[in-house]
């Protein structure tokens, strides 16, 4: 007697060892995936009509400035009377000159409780540096004075100092202020 075989039989594919590599390679695939963050600084710029008004018509001008220097940074308060100048220091690392953000941030951290105190409560502050001041100093600026990092319940928090940044030009000294070696 004869057994009929047919010829057309479907192979079963084994795929239990791709499945074993997929499931090992789609978690590390994620894991190494780059995510990208971007950060957004909100700024207010000032406006073009604004800084054209006559002066009589704004006696009192308290607003707080801050002025990045060559080699200083300058808190006015109101704005154009200097407050406190802040020299640079030396880097510990390397020892090159850096501006003082530390200091920067205890004057305005102080300015805002004493302001406080007056019952003024102040967000807006003006950055005014110089056209060749460097694009991190800037930042760093504006990341100093928009908060101070403190705790609050056992746990370190952001605390607000004054967010709402505008930045300009720093005024420029003109040749009859200078000594007469510089001019």
Known sequence: MRIKRSRNQEAD????????????LVPVLLM?????HVTVLDLTLPDVASSSAPASENPIND???????????????PAGAPLKRIPKIAD?????????FETLSLTLQELKRVLKSNGKEKRDILILSQPD???????RAMDTVRSFKTVVAASLVNAELF?????GDAPVEEASDLPEAQQ
């Open 133 to 139: 001041t460097d694009y991190q100093t800037i930042v």
């Open 63 to 77: 607003g707080i400035e801050l002025v990045i220097e060559p080699d200083e940074l300058v808190v006015n308060y």
């Open 13 to 24: 594919l084994d795929i239990t060892s791709f499945m074993n590599l997929m499931i090992i």
């Open 92 to 100: 510990a690392e390397n020892g090159e000159l850096v501006y003082d």
């Open 163 to 167: 967010p709402a940044i505008s930045l």
């Open 32 to 36: 190494s995936m780059v995510f990208s």
